[in-house]
T-cell receptor, first 112, second 115 residues
């Protein structure tokens, strides 16, 4: 079946540091890949997505590239801000299933 | 832009009681999904509906049932509540069905606490 593996958190960075959150997946066929962000006490917000190999999703300074050869979709940001502190979920949707399969989430804490 | 609406936002119930959660999808979205997120966990898929028909089923307990109505809103009915049902319940909506390119948009969630 489909599965998503994320690096464990929490990840603690200073403001303006470079961020990488690793995500790898297992799926049959050609899944669509997503990053969702969950701020404290709030719901899930779509951050970015990619629907085919070599696609790059980007939003609010975050980027992730769909790498089929390494089955990865790592999230990056060049300079994080305190306001980026949240939990980040990698997810996939693939095969004949309509559901999203999520990773365990990575908590990011950015300090001044 | 209109978003997914869920009600109530918070709900407190006793063990063995029943609860009904409501979800109103984004206008013109015809597919609704329900997810359960336990404390510190990732969201787990429960069930989905397209055009009022169940389209996919995940780890939904037999004590739970759901349906989608003609106006596309959905309700999740939970009976014989247990302490372990305490969680954040998300509804998401999208257009189409089975399409691998659909994006799901999530509501703010209903936080259910079972005492």
């Amino acid at each position: 079946g489909n599965s998503v593996t994320q690096m464990e958190g929490p990840v603690t960075l200073s403001e303006e540091a470079f961020l990488t959150i690793n995500c790898t997946y297992t799926a049959t066929g050609y899944p669509s890949l997503f990053w969702y962000v969950q701020y404290p006490g709030e719901g899930l917000q779509l951050l970015l997505k990619a629907t085919k190999a070599d696609d790059k999703g980007s939003n609010k300074g975050f980027e992730a590239t769909y790498r089929k050869e390494t089955t990865s979709f790592h999230l990056e940001k060049g300079s994080v801000q305190v306001s980026d502190s949240a939990v980040y979920f990698c997810a996939l949707r693939g095969g004949t299933a309509s559901k999203l399969t999520f990773g365990t989430g990575t908590r990011l804490q950015v300090t001044l | 832009a209109a978003g997914v609406i869920q009600s109530p936002r918070h709900l407190i119930k006793e063990k063995r009681e029943t609860a009904t959660l409501k979800c109103y999808p984004i206008p013109r979205h015809d597919t609704v999904y329900w997810y359960q997120q336990g404390p510190g966990q990732d969201p787990q898929f429960l069930i989905s509906f397209y055009e009022k028909m169940q389209s996919d089923k995940g780890s939904i307990p037999d004590r739970f049932s759901a349906q989608q109505f003609s106006d596309y809103h959905s309700e999740l009915n939970m009976s014989s509540l247990e302490l372990g049902d305490s969680a954040l319940y998300f509804c998401a909506s999208s257009t189409g069905t089975g399409g691998l390119r659909d994006t799901q948009y999530f509501g703010p969630g209903t936080r259910l606490t079972v005492l």
